[in-house]
């Protein structure tokens, strides 16, 4: 497997622009997760899915920030309009899901996000 | 409110000796913690984990210690090599039993000198 894949790795982009980060978790993982980490708060969780179904987005800064996950192989976490404050990196990740009582998250590689 | 935060930021450890990590943790709730470890530019790689009816647990190399009677998680790592020079996170489930949710701590950074 080649574990959870997210793109872009890299992102710089200006104030104002829509940013779209992709994830692609492990196959067979029912759960998502996407966090934010920076050096001021660390890694913060953002979101998660079980089952393509959002649970809690009580970590979602504000609404500019938004989530999807249209199937089991994918998702998105968007933000619209970006501002310099959200400049992090943000990584995903994937577990077996709730029935299986795991609570081992595989993460991604991460998407650096710079907004100028 | 809830709160997982480590006593040290930076770790210095010779080769080959052990390391010890701490970790501090407020929510009694907790019943389940694990430690990631993040080198530059990678995503929190799994090391172990532990649930809160045991008070040791070991892997290869690595050992983590539980005290819930002072809220404390540690882990250990003999005969420290370079390629341990990361960042380790300790998180717990903040009590949510098989939701994955993890909270995690600020993190302590390893070096490890030749």
């Known amino acids: 497997d080649a574990g959870v894949i997210q793109s872009p790795r890299h992102e710089v982009t200006e104030m104002g622009q829509e940013v779209t980060l992709r994830c692609k978790p492990i196959s067979g993982h029912n759960s998502l997760f996407w966090y934010r980490q920076t050096m001021m708060r660390g890694l913060e969780l953002l979101i998660y899915f079980n089952n393509n179904v959002p649970i809690d987005d009580s970590g979602m800064p504000e609404d500019r920030f938004s989530a999807k996950m249209p199937n089991a192989s994918f998702s998105t976490l968007k933000i619209q309009p970006s501002e310099p404050r959200d400049s992090a990196v943000y990584f995903c990740a994937s577990s077996p899901g709730l029935s299986s009582g795991a609570n081992v998250l595989t993460f991604g590689a991460g998407s650096r996000l710079t907004v100028l | 409110g809830e709160n997982v935060g480590l006593h040290l930021p930076t770790l210095s450890v010779q080769e080959g000796d052990n390391s010890i990590i701490n970790c501090a943790y407020s929510n009694s709730a907790s019943d389940y913690f694990i430690w990631y470890k993040q080198e530059s530019g990678k995503g929190p790689q799994f090391i172990i984990d532990i649930r809160s009816n045991m008070d040791k647990r070991q892997g290869q190399r690595v050992t983590v210690l539980l005290n819930k009677t002072v809220k404390h998680l540690s882990l250990q790592i003999a005969a420290t090599q370079p390629g341990d020079s990361a960042v380790y996170f300790c998180?717990?489930?903040?009590?949510?039993?098989?939701?994955?949710?993890?909270?995690f701590g600020q993190g302590t950074t390893l070096q490890v000198k030749p």
């Open positions: 998180a717990e489930n903040g009590g949510s039993s098989n939701t994955g949710k993890l909270i």
